[in-house]
């Protein structure tokens, strides 16, 4: 859907469900995460349309969000993949993205480029994005905002936060994180990495953080 110049279209890949979406105004996208087979791919093709895909951006390297890098890498060749360069080390380690940990180790080419911290910015089209680091849920975990909407992977849920029981999960970093992003706009519109997206984030904030 196009609304105030932005076009954002959300899909639920993978069996575990994690949320992608194609993020960008009428000439230019993004992806948003990455656990998409190579039939998804098609529906994925189909939302960019005529636009031109420009990168593949990551909330985080937990391998449900990152387990259609290398098919993207493949399919969409030469468009870059940027993650936090504190969580590019779980696309090279099975037991950093979890793979390992669940007992079937997987690893993946790493990403091209890394976001060094908070505050970066960059375009895709007419519409600016900014990195927050927001660490808690796994260290490198970034939030990509643009006014009147923020992407949160998995350190906000409509319902809860992210899981800070996997190794470098940390229950006070994700609060402070949380608080951050509690300092944005009311109207502003959320969309996690699982489960229900779109939501006003004064709503969220209303249910209190955990
Ligand atoms: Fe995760």
Redesign the pocket.
Known sequence: MIKDNIYIEAFVFSPYAVNTYIVGDNKEVMIIDMPATKDDLMLIDKSIGGRTLSRIVYT?G?F??IQGSDEAREHYKNIPQYIHKKDNIMFTDANENLTGYFGDPITYHSADFMFKGSGETFNIGSIKFEVMHTPG??NGSVCYYTDGHLFT??TLFYMGV??TD?PHGDGNTIKNSIEKIFELPDETLFYP?HEKYGAMLGKRKSLGIM
Do not use: A, I, M
Request: aromatic share 8%; glycine share 24%; net charge negative.
């Open positions: 985080h937990h449900d969000h849920h796994s992977g998995d992210g899981r996997f990495g």
